[in-house]
């Protein structure tokens, strides 16, 4: 049996989720970049620790305030089983790729400035394996991937975190809204900008 592993956030309902979803709206305009390659090495933490494995984010471009309040309304209405199905309608803003897999779409990503740097948000659709979805066990509840890129502008500064296999829900006894993660969240390292000039 696996074991979940839950991650309160510390504001409470729906509000907690517009902020994960990208508090980043005192930022500078989203427009269209060029085209931003970022490589990271993910290490495994308590059950997976040892464990390591590639990223790589191609990010074409970066979404909108509309889309942002299209996910917000759409777990308001229908919990993280609505986002799900939100983030299904919303076109392609890039790929994440990891070693190994043919990697998939990203439906939302936000470029949030920092004091030092920027975070890179990303919220998107898990793919679910033909195997998986046969046996339709629990691990199909956790349908969401969620990365979180924080580039430094020092040098070997940057971090990031992965959660492959999560879901959103609002905890009925304390009205906070928790990231539920199938497994441990693997931490991202040796974070490098690929971007070319």
Do not use: C, H
Not at 14 to 27: E, K
Not at 145 to 166: C, Q, R, T, W, Y
């Amino acid at each position: 049996m696996q074991k979940t592993n839950k991650s309160i956030l510390p504001i409470t309902s729906v509000a907690a989720l517009a902020l994960f979803l990208l508090a980043s709206f005192s930022s500078v305009a989203q427009d269209k970049p060029k085209r931003e390659v970022y490589q990271a090495q993910a290490m495994g933490q308590s059950t997976q620790m040892g464990q390591t494995f590639n990223v790589t984010v191609n990010i074409a471009e970066y979404s909108d305030s509309e889309e942002r309040q299209v996910l917000v309304q759409a777990f308001e209405k229908s919990g993280s089983e609505g986002l799900f199905n939100a983030l299904e309608k919303m076109p392609s803003k890039g790929r994440i790729s990891m070693t190994g897999t043919l990697g998939y779409d990203i439906a939302f990503v936000r470029k949030i400035p920092t004091d030092g740097g920027f975070k890179i948000r990303v919220l998107t659709n898990r793919p679910i394996q033909i195997g998986e979805a046969w046996v339709n066990g629990r691990s199909v509840d956790y349908n969401l991937s969620a990365l979180e890129l924080d580039i430094s502008n020092e040098k070997d500064k940057s971090s990031g975190i992965l959660l492959p296999a999560s879901r959103f829900k609002i905890d009925k006894k304390t009205n906070e809204l928790v990231l539920e993660n199938l497994q441990n969240p693997w931490k991202l390292v040796n974070i490098q900008d690929r971007t070319e000039n």
